[in-house]
C-alpha cells in the first residue's frame, strides 16, 4: 500500500532574458523566451533546495505551462534530480500564460496602465485575451488537479508557471477574492508556494507578499 504523503508546490520560473532585456520581445517570440545566464544559476540553485521539500518521497510529476523558459527551468530542476526519485513531466495548455495580443514594445506602457486602472482580472489585450477568459481556464486546471487528489492518482506534483499566472491559479485553488487577488505583491523568480490537500480544500502553507504601493511613484489605483 503506498502511503506517501502528497504534496503540490507551485513556483513560478527562473529570470528570462525579457526580465533583464525588455527589447529581447521585437526579436523572441514570447513562448521562445529562454532563461537568462543568471536565470540558470537561480534554477540550479533552487532545485539543490527543493530535494528537502520532497523528503523521503519517490515520485515528483511535474506540470508546466507551456514556454520555453518555463521548460528549460523544470530541465534544471530535474537534471539535479537523486536517482531514487522517479519524476514525470507534462505540459499543460489551461494554465498558459495569458495572451497579450498586439502588445508591443511601443504600446505596452499605455496599455499597462489602462490595464491596472480597468482591473488585471477585467481586461481584455487587444486582439489577445481577457482576464476572465485566463480565470477560466485555470478553474477549469484547479477542478481537474482537485479531482486527481480526490481519486488519489495525483502524485507529488510541482506546477511551474509564470508571475501573473501562479496567482492566478492559487486564486482558482483557493478562491480568493479578486480584491485580495490584487493587493498581492508580484512574486519573485523561482518563489515557491506549498500546497497541503485536507477535506476537499486546498490550504495555503505559505504566506504571500503583500505589494506596497507607497513604494511605486507610477502606482495605478482601479
Not at 501573473?164 to 477574492?177: D, E, H, M, N, Q
Request: proline fraction near 3%; charge should be neutral.
Amino acid at each position: 500500500m503506498n502511503t506517501e504523503i502528497k504534496k503540490l508546490f507551485v513556483m513560478r520560473h527562473a529570470e528570462s532574458l525579457e526580465d533583464i532585456d525588455k527589447n529581447a520581445y521585437e526579436r523572441i517570440a514570447d513562448e521562445d523566451m529562454p532563461l537568462s545566464e543568471h536565470g540558470r544559476e537561480q534554477a540550479m540553485a533552487f532545485g539543490s533546495k527543493f530535494v528537502y521539500e520532497l523528503g523521503a518521497s519517490k515520485h515528483l510529476h511535474l506540470i508546466l505551462s507551456p514556454s520555453k523558459r518555463v521548460l528549460e527551468t523544470a530541465e534544471i530542476i530535474i537534471s539535479g534530480m537523486p536517482v531514487h526519485i522517479q519524476w514525470s513531466l507534462s505540459t499543460e495548455h489551461l494554465i498558459a500564460k495569458q495572451n497579450w495580443g498586439s502588445v508591443t514594445i511601443r504600446n505596452r506602457e499605455e496599455v499597462e496602465k489602462e490595464r491596472y486602472r480597468t482591473g488585471v482580472l477585467r481586461y481584455k489585450f487587444p486582439d489577445g485575451e481577457s482576464g476572465a477568459e485566463m480565470l477560466f481556464r485555470f478553474d477549469l486546471f484547479a477542478k481537474k488537479l482537485k479531482q486527481g487528489m480526490i481519486d488519489k492518482t495525483a502524485s507529488n506534483i510541482l506546477i511551474i508557471t509564470h508571475g501573473f499566472g501562479l496567482r492566478v491559479l492559487l486564486k482558482s485553488l483557493l478562491g480568493w477574492t479578486e480584491e485580495y487577488f490584487e493587493s498581492l505583491a508580484h512574486p519573485h523568480h523561482c518563489d515557491l508556494k506549498r500546497l497541503a490537500y485536507d477535506g476537499g480544500m486546498f490550504l495555503l502553507l505559505d504566506e504571500m507578499s503583500i505589494y506596497d504601493s507607497s513604494k511605486n511613484p507610477n502606482f495605478i489605483r482601479r
